[in-house]
């Protein structure tokens, strides 16, 4: 059975996309049953506006391609993405190399339309079309004493232009606790609008995890490892004081350098309101257990 939560927010958050203005729900698999929007329980603390396309697919981060915003989108048009393999190895029942065309036969493809906040305290709505990571880590099996899932980007400077440099230690890695890994907010995506995820967003496979800060969620991965360790990521790497290994949304807990209590909405122009960050970008009803009992000023 699909896994259900509270909706507060449906295509009227999502600026319409070309043949999408029927707004119908893409639920491969699903056909017929109402189910798409994923998203917390407290949009009055937040107002919602729309993000088009080209707003979601030219300002984002995606250093393997430039620092700026709109390096992504210029510069990703040079990495191959077909043929492409996933390889899952570690604590797991059957380790190897997965083609991404098998990993899609496997799986049911959902839309998810998530709040998605950076740590720059910018935000936006984005229409997701993917599956959930446990499917693809119950594919590969995961074996008992596991308690991580690490996660490692492509590395390919000839097409990532920006891994000749050393912004961050290439290639980028990260991780998640497998209870978080395993939660069924947490996806996998492939698409965004119905359409093939574009490069610069992360194709052909990224990681979506709403509830944290947007680089936790990985793009263009090669390579998923189960372990009983925490994996290193790659900005606790480059500032451990800065980035903590959760990196849960938190309006109480600041970034060194600026506040996380508001964050501005891109599609709002440059005098646009501030709003309210919301504890766990809106999925603290869905979310909160799995820290309970932690102190989230200190496992920030």
């Known amino acids: 059975m699909a896994y ?3 909706n507060d927010l449906t295509r009227d958050d999502v600026t319409p996309y070309g043949a999408y203005m029927n707004r119908r729900q893409l639920m491969a698999g699903f056909a017929g049953v109402g189910l798409a929007a994923m998203a917390g329980t407290k949009a009055q603390a937040m107002e919602l506006e729309a993000n088009s396309w080209e707003e979601i697919t030219t300002y984002n981060n995606f250093y393997e391609f430039g620092t700026g915003k709109g390096d992504p989108a210029k510069n990703a048009h040079r990495l191959t993405t077909d043929p492409w393999t996933v390889t899952i190895d570690g604590m797991v029942d059957r380790p190897g190399d997965y ?4 990993i899609m036969a496997a799986m049911t493809v959902e839309e998810r339309i998530y709040r998605f906040r950076c740590v720059e305290a910018w935000s936006m709505v984005v229409p997701w ?4 990571l446990k499917d693809l880590l119950d594919l590969a099996g995961v074996k008992s004493g596991a308690e991580y899932v690490a996660f490692e980007t492509l590395y390919r400077p000839d097409e990532m232009v920006g891994q000749k440099f050393g912004a961050l230690d290439w290639p980028y890695v990260e991780g998640l606790r497998l209870d978080e890994a395993m939660h069924p907010l947490t996806i996998m995506a492939t698409g965004i609008y ?3 995820i574009p490069k610069q967003n992360g194709a052909p496979m990224r990681l979506v995890v709403p509830w944290k800060y947007g680089f936790k969620s990985i793009k263009s991965i090669v390579k ?3 372990t009983d360790k925490e994996p290193p990521t790659s900005w606790n790497k480059a500032n451990g004081r800065e980035y903590g290994f959760y990196s849960n949304v938190n309006p109480e807990v600041d970034h060194p350098r600026w506040s996380q209590a508001t964050e501005r909405k891109i599609g709002g122009g440059v005098f646009a309101k501030r709003v309210p960050t919301l504890m766990f970008n809106g999925y603290e ?9 932690m102190d989230l000023q200190r496992f920030y």
């Open 4 to 6: 259900r939560w509270k």
């Open 285 to 293: 009803d869905e979310v909160a257990s799995l820290y309970d009992g």
């Open 224 to 226: 998923i490892t189960l």
């Open 99 to 102: 083609a991404f065309d098998e």
């Open 194 to 196: 119905g359409k093939t």
């Open 129 to 132: 079309n993917g599956f959930e």
